[in-house]
């Protein structure tokens, strides 16, 4: 098992930056990538990046192209979610998430919420 618990959600001003923070533990020896996931009410849920463990090589959705930033700290085993020019939209959850091989996204954190005010 490995268990994720996010922090560094909040209300941030448009155009600001907030940074998330994702600290595994368990069998993460399991775990070949990790990313985030958003959720907002109504829509549907959209997986923000993604870094493939041991590795530099990350993936963003268009979405946050540009903006945003995953980063790892092996030592800490904890993953970053750097958030600049966050824009005015409705409140969401931040999920962070772990794959195993041929299993996907299975492990999930509670998630934290981050509101932009615009």
């Known amino acids: 098992q490995v268990q994720l618990v996010e922090s560094g959600g909040g209300l941030v001003q448009a155009g600001g930056s907030l940074r998330l923070s994702c600290a595994a533990s368990?069998?993460?020896?399991?775990?070949?990538?990790m990313g985030w996931y958003r959720q907002a009410p109504g829509k549907q849920r959209e997986l923000v990046a993604t870094?493939?463990?041991?590795?530099?090589?990350?993936n963003y959705a268009d979405s946050v192209k540009g903006r945003f930033t995953i980063s790892r700290d092996n030592a800490q085993n904890t993953v970053y979610l750097h958030m600049n020019s966050l824009r005015p939209e409705a409140p969401a959850v931040y999920f962070c998430?772990?794959?195993?091989?041929?299993?996907?996204?299975?492990?999930w954190g509670k998630g934290t919420q981050v509101t932009v005010s615009s």
């Open positions: 998430v772990a794959r195993r091989p041929f299993r996907g996204f299975d492990y």
């Open positions: 870094i493939v463990t041991g590795t530099s090589i990350t």
């Open positions: 368990g069998s993460i020896f399991s775990i070949n990538a």
